[in-house]
């Protein structure tokens, strides 16, 4: 599905409510588009959010995938980011949470395995694996979004598939 989000816009659109197990281990694809590169320096180094599953139904608990621009125009890195009742909690180093950097324009493929106490998050092979403490079950869909505090300083793009729930 092609997200956009506009400017001045944290959500992309469109913006929809699907339900799905996030027990079960879920795969996709994904392209960042390269008119989401921005300067850190001038726009900031938050984590912008891909995909993901949420758990719960205040989006307590969720794992999903972020990217912010790499140093090399065009250059994406990809982290695995998890939120632990309510909080972002990231490795101690947020080095150890990256899942790689990807070319924009270009298709990737990730997968998340969320067996167990664990999740591992997967991004053209390379595996990430985390603690994540919380019951999976009902859960849904997480879409684009951008940002912590900032918006979007001009309209994205990312295009992204999750098996058994996109087409």
């Keep these: 599905m092609l997200y956009t989000i506009k400017q001045g816009a944290h959500y992309a659109s ?16 994904f392209v ?19 995909i ?18 790499a140093p090399e125009p065009f250059d994406f890195e990809v982290y695995i980011y998890l939120h ?19 070319k924009g324009e270009a298709t990737h493929t990730y997968a998340f395995d969320p067996s167990g106490e664990n999740i591992r998050a997967l ?9 994540f403490p919380f019951k999976k079950g009902s859960g849904w869909l997480m879409e684009s979004y951008f940002g912590g505090v900032p918006t979007a300083p001009w309209a994205m ?3 992204v598939t999750m098996e058994g729930v996109l087409k």
């Design 157 to 159: 793009q990312t295009n």
């Design 32 to 50: 960042i588009k390269n008119e989401c590169w921005y300067d850190t320096g001038t726009y900031g180094t938050h984590l912008n959010k891909l």
């Design 123 to 131: 991004v053209n092979g390379e595996m990430v694996e985390r603690h």
């Design 84 to 102: 632990i009742d309510g909080k972002w909690v990231r490795s101690s180093k947020l080095k150890y949470d990256l899942c790689g950097v990807v």
């Design 14 to 29: 469109p913006r929809t409510i699907k339900l799905l197990d996030s027990s079960k281990p879920r795969s996709g694809t």
């Design 52 to 69: 993901g599953v949420g758990c719960d139904l205040f989006n307590s608990y969720s794992y999903r995938l972020a990217w912010r621009p």
